[in-house]
């Protein structure tokens, strides 16, 4: 009986060196280096115009039509193509037949091919994704006191934009089972905890 | 066999009609087969996830192309579910840009500081068009928010191409006949500017609004279209 066990002279053992490529991937920490770079890249640029921009250039309107289209190019590369690249999450507005408008929230299944984002990419992610409307909401009020209310409505529009991704990745996120809300409130407590027991 | 019992019943006593078929067995032999389909649902889940993984170049393609179609549509109004249903906010971005600066006194040769104007253009037309969304939403009207600021943001093409042609007019010629000729453009541009969006919001309204929320976007169209005819370089 042993002998049928056995394997037969003939067959073929395959040495499975792996593809390197792919063990390559697998390794890598950032899979989308492009998706990273822009994710970043429009936001950060937007920032630095801002605050530079009387190094730049003298014209107002050059400066305000500049960050103007940064900061859109920005809310539709996040919102279309980092989101999905290195989340895997998506939202957007649906409007049915009969006329009503919802918003869809869309999280992909947790997927195990190697196209699957790493850590890294998510916390990149995330990070640009909270930190950037907490400098944009600073400026608000900086502009709001030092009176040069001519870049307000560039401001608001920016707080606008960045604030909506951020809203609309959280939702996503939390796959609209619990209420924004709630989960803001739980996690405020558990960090009033954690200091206070220190 | 069925036909045999109903033919026995006709003879006789009139039978109800299918009395005789409960005696009617099937042979075991004879196979009995057939087909047992279900109707799929039209869209599986899958296909869902299918732009979820396409490449980025057919997302930015696919995004110009319904822009463009937009345009398209706004300058021959029909009724056109791509201006309502599938809203983006870029033509208004783009045209709200180029008609701001295209409107700057001067900026060019002076020192002085055209900001003023350019924020100035941007904030009535993006406030305005905020203002009037609120009015028909609170008159009850059924279009969303930003279906009402798409329609209203690309509608302003018309008067952006009575721009073009003024700023043309005025390099050629400054003195009244040129003046005319930017008035008559700059009606005729307006009167289509109001009417294509009219065509396309006020449907979304009850009856007897109509006039009520159609007065507002003419308002809004009047002072882009006064901000045109009155601008001198």
């Known amino acids: 009986r042993l002998g049928e066990l056995e394997l037969d002279d003939t067959e073929d053992v395959s040495l499975d060196f792996g593809n390197e490529e792919e063990l390559a991937l697998r390794k890598a920490k950032i899979r989308h280096p492009l998706a990273t770079f822009f994710h970043l890249f429009f936001r950060v640029s937007a920032i630095v115009t801002y605050l530079f921009c009387d190094w730049f250039s003298k014209s107002f309107v050059a400066c305000f039509v500049t960050i103007l289209l940064l900061l859109s190019f920005d809310f539709w590369s996040v919102k279309n193509v980092t989101g999905r690249l290195l989340v895997g999450l998506r939202w957007w507005n649906q409007i049915d037949e009969d006329g009503k408008s919802h918003w869809v929230y869309e999280a992909k299944k947790v997927p195990s091919n190697l196209a699957a984002s790493t850590e890294v990419e998510a916390r990149i992610f995330w990070l640009g994704l909270i930190i950037c409307p907490v400098i944009w909401t600073f400026f608000f009020f900086s502009t709001l006191f030092s009176l040069k209310l001519k870049w307000l409505a560039l401001v608001i529009a920016g707080i606008s934009l960045q604030t909506a991704n951020l809203y609309g990745y959280i939702h996503c996120k939390l796959g609209g089972q619990k209420s924004i809300s709630k989960v803001t409130s739980r996690f405020l407590s558990q960090q009033m905890f954690q200091r206070v027991s220190f | ?233």
């Open chain 2, 1 to 233: 066999m069925a036909a045999a019992e109903e033919g026995s019943g006709h003879g006789g006593v009139a039978k109800p009609l299918f009395a005789g078929l409960s005696d009617v067995s099937i042979s075991e032999d004879i196979p009995v087969e057939g087909e047992i389909t279900v109707p799929m649902g039209s869209r599986s889940p899958d296909e869902d996830y299918s732009t979820l993984d396409e490449p980025v170049k057919d997302t930015i393609m696919r995004d110009l192309k319904a822009v463009g179609k937009k345009f398209v549509h706004v300058m021959y109004p029909k009724k056109s579910s791509a201006l309502l249903r599938d809203w983006d906010l870029w033509g208004p971005l783009v045209l709200c840009v180029s008609l701001a600066l295209m409107l700057q006194r001067g900026a060019v040769d002076s020192k002085e500081d055209a900001g003023p104007q350019f924020a100035e253009v941007f904030v009535i037309i993006w406030f305005g068009a905020v203002v009037i969304t609120l009015n028909s939403k609170l008159l009850g009207g059924t279009i969303s928010f930003f279906q009402s600021l798409c329609v209203l943001g690309y509608c302003v093409l018309p008067l952006t191409v009575a721009m073009v042609v003024c700023r043309l007019v005025l390099l050629a010629d400054t003195g009244t006949i040129g003046f005319i000729v930017r008035l008559i453009v700059v009606i005729a541009m307006f009167g289509w500017s109001t009417l294509a969006s009219t065509a396309f919001l006020a449907d979304s309204q009850p009856p007897n609004r109509k006039t009520l929320v159609v007065y507002p976007i003419f308002l809004f169209y009047f002072v882009i279209s006064w901000m045109i005819l009155t601008f001198t370089p």
